[in-house]
C-alpha cells in the first residue's frame, strides 16, 4: 500500500523504490502538476546532522535549471518523513533500455553522453557535484532527450557512521577509484562514472564487476579493465581511446572538465564521418588502395587515381600536335600511364616492405605502455619488447626489461583476480601464487590482519629473488593497498580502543574481568599494526591483574 497523500501532493502510484527510499508519482492538490515524489525512511531523520545535510542540499539542486536535469519542484517534511518533488520523466530509466537492447549503438551513446556532459556542466558550474551518476539515474524520454536525477542526494546521506542496508553510499561499479578510497569527490569524479556509464552502454556490461562490493571497490582502485573495442571491434578507436581516458585511476589523467569532454565527443563523431566520407570519396574516384601490413591495420592510398587518369586521356586529346624527341614520349598517355604504375609499385613497395628500425619498435612499444592496462600491453611485449630483446638483448634490456617486468606483474595479478573463473577453479602456477590466492581470501572476508601477515611472510620470502620480481611487485603493491585499507577503519580503532579503556576503568575493581578482556584484545588484534598501542595498553593491563590474581 502507498500512502495517499504526502505534504501537498495526492499520490497515484509507486513508480520506484530503492535503498534510498521510495518514488510515488503525485500531483499537486492546488495547480494540479504531476510530479515524481521521492520519500527518505523516517530512520533517517535521527541520523546527526541529516536534516542540515538534507536543507543544504536541497537549497544548492533548486538552482539547477538543465535541459537535461530533472527539475527540483518542492521539499518538505510530513511528519518524520522528508521528501523531494521532481520533475516527472515519463519514459524510462537508462537502466531498463541497456537489459533490453544489451548493448547500445555508439552512436547513440554518444548523444546520451554529451546531454549527460550538458547537465554536469551546469551542475559543476553551481559548484554541485552528483557523485552518483549511474544509469538507474538517468531517465530517457520518449523524444530521445535524457535527464540526470538524483543530484547531491549522496551528499544528503553521506556520513562516518550511515550506511544504507548495510552497503555504501554510491554504488561501486560506478564510483570513481578516489570516492572508493573515502576521498571527496569533485567534477572529474562524475566525469569517471560518466566514463562508466558510457562503458555500460556500449559493451552492456561495466568496467569492472564483481561478487561483494568490496571486490569491486578493490578493482576500481587497483584493477584494469578490457578497453571496450575488445567487445566491440568495430568501435571507433577514437571513442575506445576516450573512454579508457575517462577511465584513468588519476583524476589528473581525465578531461578536466564536462565541457571539454563534451567537445571531445563531437570530434569523435565528426572524425569517423569524415573517414567515411573520404572512403565514400575514394571509391567513386576509383583510388587504387593497399592494404598496410603494420600493426596498426591502416589503410595507405598508393596512387592518385581514375581523376588524374581521365585528366592525361583529356590533355591528350587537346593536345593534338606529335612534338618531337624527349618532349614527345613523355607527351604520350600510354607512357604516363606506365609511368604512374611505376609509382604505385614504387610507392607500395616502401610502404609494405619497410621493416620498421629497432628504435621505432621500441617507441611504438612505448606508446602501447601508455594505455590502461589490458590487451595493448601484451601486443606491447610479444609485438615489440620481445622481438628487441630477442635480436639484441644486450642493447635493449635495460630499456625493455622494465616494461616486460611490468607486464608479467599485471599478467599475475589479473590471474588472481578473481581466483575462479566461470565456475572451476584455476590453477595457480606456483606455491607463491597459491599464497596470494590466500591473501585475497583473507582480504575479502574482512580479515585485514591474517592478509598482512602473510602479505609480509610472503615478502619476506621473496626478497632478493630476482625470479620472483612480478610477485614481490604484485605483493608490494597489495600491501601498500591493505594499509590503506586498514587506515580507513576508524571504527575499528574505536572499538578496540572503547575495550581497553573499559578494560583500565575496572582492573582494580575486577581485575579477572579487566584480564579476560586484555587477552581478548591481544589475542584479536595482537598482529594489526594499526592498533600495535592498544594492543600494548592490553599487555600491560594483562601484566597487572596477574600479579593481583588470586
Not at 635480436?391 to 635493449?396: G, L, S, V, Y
Amino acid at each position: 500500500m502507498h500512502p495517499d497523500r504526502i505534504g501537498p501532493y495526492h499520490i497515484e502510484k509507486k513508480i520506484g523504490a530503492g535503498g534510498m527510499g521510495n518514488v510515488y508519482l503525485g500531483r499537486h492538490e492546488t495547480t494540479g502538476e504531476e510530479a515524481a515524489i521521492k520519500v527518505l525512511p523516517a530512520s533517517l531523520a535521527r541520523e546527526e546532522g541529516f536534516v542540515l545535510r538534507f536543507n543544504r542540499e536541497i537549497e544548492a539542486l533548486r538552482k539547477l535549471k538543465h535541459p537535461n536535469i530533472v527539475a527540483l519542484f518542492d521539499s518538505g517534511v510530513d511528519g518524520e518523513t522528508y521528501f523531494y518533488a521532481m520533475e516527472y520523466v515519463a519514459g524510462e530509466t537508462l537502466t531498463n533500455r541497456i537489459r533490453q537492447q544489451k548493448r547500445i549503438p555508439w552512436r547513440e551513446a554518444v548523444d546520451y553522453a554529451i546531454q549527460i556532459c550538458g547537465a554536469l556542466k551546469a551542475a559543476h558550474d553551481a559548484g554541485v557535484i552528483h557523485r552518483d551518476l549511474k544509469p538507474s539515474n538517468l531517465m530517457l524520454a520518449p523524444d530521445g532527450q535524457i535527464k540526470l536525477t538524483d543530484f547531491g542526494v549522496a551528499q544528503v546521506f553521506a556520513s562516518t557512521r550511515l550506511t544504507i542496508t548495510g552497503g555504501v553510499i554510491g554504488t561501486a561499479e560506478y564510483m570513481s577509484p578516489e570516492q572508493s578510497q573515502g576521498q571527496r569527490a569533485n567534477k572529474r569524479s562524475d566525469l569517471y562514472s560518466l566514463g562508466a556509464v558510457l562503458y555500460v552502454m556500449l559493451t552492456g556490461r561495466p568496467p569492472f564487476t564483481g561478487s561483494t562490493t568490496v571486490e569491486i571497490m578493490q578493482k576500481q582502485r587497483f584493477g584494469r579493465f578490457d578497453r571496450a573495442k575488445m567487445y566491440i571491434p568495430d568501435l571507433p578507436s577514437w571513442l575506445d581511446d576516450l573512454v579508457s581516458n575517462l577511465l584513468e585511476k588519476d583524476p589528473d589523467l581525465r578531461p578536466p572538465d564536462a565541457y571539454v569532454l563534451s567537445r571531445k565527443l563531437q570530434e569523435v563523431v565528426a572524425k569517423v564521418d569524415l573517414s567515411q566520407k573520404d572512403e565514400r570519396a575514394t571509391v567513386v574516384e576509383g583510388h587504387v588502395r593497399l592494404e598496410d601490413t603494420t600493426p596498426s591495420g591502416h589503410l595507405i592510398d598508393a596512387g592518385v587515381g581514375a581523376t588524374f587518369m581521365r585528366d592525361l586521356v583529356r590533355d591528350e586529346l587537346v593536345r593534338q600536335q606529335t612534338p618531337t624527341g624527349v618532349q614527345s614520349f613523355f607527351n604520350n598517355t600510354w607512357v604516363l600511364a606506365g609511368l604512374l604504375a611505376v609509382v604505385i609499385t614504387t610507392i607500395a613497395w616502401f610502404s609494405l616492405g619497410r621493416k620498421m628500425t629497432p628504435d621505432e619498435q621500441f617507441q611504438a612499444g612505448a606508446e602501447l605502455m601508455q594505455r590502461a592496462p589490458g590487451q595493448d600491453w601484451l601486443l606491447a611485449r610479444d609485438r615489440y619488447f620481445l622481438p628487441l630483446m630477442q635480436a639484441d638483448p644486450e642493447q635493449w634490456k635495460e630499456d625493455v626489461q622494465p616494461y616486460l617486468d611490468e607486464i608479467e606483474a599485471f599478467e599475475l595479478e589479473s590471474s588472481l583476480t578473481p581466483p575462479r573463473t566461470r565456475g572451476k577453479v584455476r590453477q595457480l602456477r606456483s606455491e607463491p601464487e597459491r599464497m596470494l590466492a590466500l591473501v585475497r581470501a583473507d582480504w575479502e572476508r574482512g580479515d585485514y590482519a591474517a592478509a598482512d601477515r602473510r602479505l609480509t611472510a610472503l615478502s619476506n620470502v621473496l626478497d632478493g629473488h630476482e625470479t620472483d620480481k612480478a610477485l614481490r611487485t604484485v605483493v608490494e603493491s597489495w600491501q601498500a593497498a591493505l594499509r590503506d585499507q586498514q587506515g580507513t577503519s576508524p571504527d575499528r580503532r574505536a572499538y578496540v580502543e572503547s575495550l581497553v579503556t573499559q578494560a583500565e576503568s575496572i582492573q582494580h575493581a575486577d581485575p579477572a574481568a579487566a584480564r579476560r578482556i586484555a587477552a581478548g584484545v591481544i589475542e584479536l588484534y595482537a598482529h594489526d599494526a594499526t592498533v600495535d598501542d592498544l594492543v600494548t595498553r592490553a599487555r600491560q593491563i594483562s601484566d597487572a591483574t596477574a600479579k593481583s590474581a588470586p
